[in-house]
Structure formats: C-alpha cells, structure tokens
C-alpha cells in the first residue's frame, strides 16, 4: 500500500474508532465488544492492531518501511514496553514502595501499570478511552491491576491512593480538564500522598493553548479537539494549578537528570512532585 493510500485509510478507520467525548480515541462502543467477544487466541494480536489505528499509541517509524503490519504491531509493542519499562525505573522507581496503592491518570494501553504492579500492592489505570482500557486488560493484563474508565473514577476510594502519577497526558488537555484532573487525583491521594506529574513546560516549537485556539483552521480545530496538540505551559501555571488544587512541596526537576542516557522527547521534558 502505498504511502499517500495508507494516510486516507488509517485517517477513515481512526473516524470510526473515535467515542462522543474529546480526544478519546479508540472509545467507540464496537472496539471494546469486538474484543471481549474474540477468540482468546486472537486477542493479543486483535489488540494490536486496534492500537496501531491510534495517533497516541503507535507510530510508524521510517525503519518499519517493507514490515507486514503484524511484525509492525509487534515491534511497536516491544518499542513500548521497552521505553516505558526505562521510564519506570528512572522516573516512577524512587518512589514505589510495597504495600503502596498506586494510581496511573492516563494509562493508554497500561505499560506503566504493568511496570508499577511489580512493586504495589494495587494500581489502578484510569483513562477517558474504553478501548484501550480493554487493550490494556488483554496485552498487561495483571492481577494487582484494575483498568478504570474515567467516568468510573469514583469506584476508586477518596484518600485511599498512596502514589499518582500522570505521564504524557497534561500536555495533550486543556487548562479547564487538567484543573479536574487535578481536583480528581488529590481527591483520591491520602494525606501526604505524592503526585508525580510530566509536564512540557516553555518548550520551543510548542503552542499554548491560547495560540492552538486561535488556530481556525479545520486541521487546528481537529487537533485540538482530539488532543493532538501539545501545550506547553510555564512552570508558574503549573504551580498555580497544582496549589489551586490543593497540593504543596512542588519540586520541579527536568527529566534528564534523571535519565542516564537519553530515552525519547520525555527527556527533554519536566516532572513535576507534589504532596497533598
């Protein structure tokens, strides 16, 4: 299939996987349903492909040029679990501890959360996608873990979550749901609980939001839309929102010191911690 064919069809099929609410990619109701109802042994495999046809997840890199889509699948399967293996132990291993409950905001397919179940007694996985919840139960599926679709967030208790964490999310929401994102994870942290936020502050190249809205055209409208953006936003708003929220001791650190050698553009970001 050639190059300019391949974008008018991943583009048709990304249409049909899109939910009612914004940026939630792959929340159709036919992906979760289609996946329960496979056969056990397609699954993993079924799962794959519903990923590949999300813009957050997957991504065909010029070295997979002449891969089947299965072996694509596969090696952006390992691309993940690899960085977000490195990812956890850089950024998330500090602060784990056994016994810990621990909530992921923004889990996608669950890379992390399976990384953090080796460590917690509990992780919960949150996001606004349905389908990639249901990804993530077949492809990381662990028994210290629970997928939550975000607007079952409250079947999570109020102070009962140790350790939260949210990465590469904040950049793609605007000002008005990552304040309720906030609101929602200090809500559920215990007192002195630690929040780990990733952030992209005053990045070259990046827009605010003010500038992403004055964008109108139809591909800014789009992207903004379904959070195919990226703000950057300055350390004193990311202050601001995390103490309007409630939170305090916010240390904000780049990611690189914290890598020992660089992993993707996370590293070129911050991480944000914060306590209740």
Not at 13 to 31: N, P, V, Y
Not at 62 to 68: K, T
Not at 69 to 97: D, Q, S, W, Y
């Amino acid at each position: 299939m050639g190059g300019q064919t391949r974008h008018y069809v991943d583009a048709a099929l990304r249409a049909l996987t899109l939910g009612r609410e914004d940026q939630s990619f792959l929340d159709a109701r036919w992906i979760a349903a289609l996946l329960r109802n496979a056969p056990s042994s397609s699954r993993r495999r079924l799962a794959l492909s519903i990923l590949s046809l999300s813009p957050h997840y997957f991504y065909r890199r010029p070295e997979y040029d002449g891969l089947s889509h299965a072996e694509f699948v596969e090696r952006e399967f390992e691309r993940n679990r690899a960085t977000r293996e490195k990812l956890g132990e850089c950024i998330l291993g500090p602060h784990l501890e056994a016994r810990q409950v621990v909530l992921d905001y923004g889990c996608g397919p669950g890379f992390l959360v399976q990384y953090v179940a080796r460590f917690a007694e509990t992780v919960y996985g949150v996001d606004i996608s349905r389908g990639v919840l249901e990804c993530a139960r077949v492809i990381n599926r662990t028994p210290n873990a629970a997928f939550v679709h975000t607007g079952s967030v409250d079947e999570i208790g109020d102070a009962t979550v140790d350790l939260a964490y949210s990465v590469a999310v904040a950049q793609h929401l605007t000002d008005s749901t990552l304040e309720g994102v906030l609101e929602t994870i200090r809500r559920k942290l215990r007192p002195a609980g630690r929040f780990l936020l990733h952030v992209v502050l005053d990045a070259e190249g990046c827009r605010t939001e003010d500038e992403w809205r004055r964008d109108l055209s139809i591909t800014g409208r789009l992207k903004l839309k379904y959070g195919l953006n990226c703000f950057t936003r300055s350390e004193k708003r990311v202050r601001n929102m995390l103490e309007a929220a409630g939170f305090g001791s916010i240390v904000v650190r780049p990611m690189r010191e914290m890598f020992p050698e660089p992993l993707d553009d996370v590293c070129t970001q911050h991480l944000v911690c914060a306590k209740t």
